[in-house]
């Protein structure tokens, strides 16, 4: 399985951004995908998670109301919508496969995501 990140950028606070990861894989629904981010100095922390088939989702407290996470099975991809960025949303983001998820599970734990792709870097400034 392979994970390719993309979509992100320098943008002004209040700006939007949409992370794309475009999985490869032939059984796109057998992974719960997430997307992580970590600031330097700060340890790896998820930002929001998707179950398989899209029946649950999960969205960090931090960024709850402002980002939203979705996947499309016809193009492999999961997104992660970004709305009113604020300074501390700077960070190197990556999205993660967890090969082992139930139907309807989302993980918040790194060790539980096996794949991951390289990150996509954030950063929103005043």
């Known amino acids: 399985v392979q994970l390719q990140a993309s979509g992100g950028g320098s943008v002004q606070a209040g700006a939007s951004l949409r992370l794309s990861c475009v999985v490869s894989?032939?059984?796109?629904?057998?992974?719960?995908i997430g997307w992580f981010r970590q600031a330097p100095g700060k340890e790896r922390e998820i930002v929001a998670g998707?179950?398989?088939?899209?029946?649950?989702?999960y969205v960090g407290d931090s960024v709850n109301g402002r980002f939203t996470i979705s996947r499309d099975k016809n193009k492999n991809t999961v997104y992660l919508q970004m709305n009113n960025l604020k300074l501390e949303d700077t960070a190197l983001y990556y999205c993660?496969?967890?090969?082992?998820?139930?139907?309807?599970?989302?993980?918040?734990?790194?060790?539980?995501?096996?794949?991951w792709g390289q990150g996509t870097q954030v950063t929103v400034s005043s």
């Open positions: 894989a032939l059984m796109f629904d057998k992974y719960a």
């Open positions: 993660a496969a967890d090969s082992n998820a139930r139907w309807a599970a989302v993980s918040t734990a790194v060790r539980q995501y096996d794949f």
């Open positions: 998707i179950s398989r088939g899209a029946v649950r989702t």
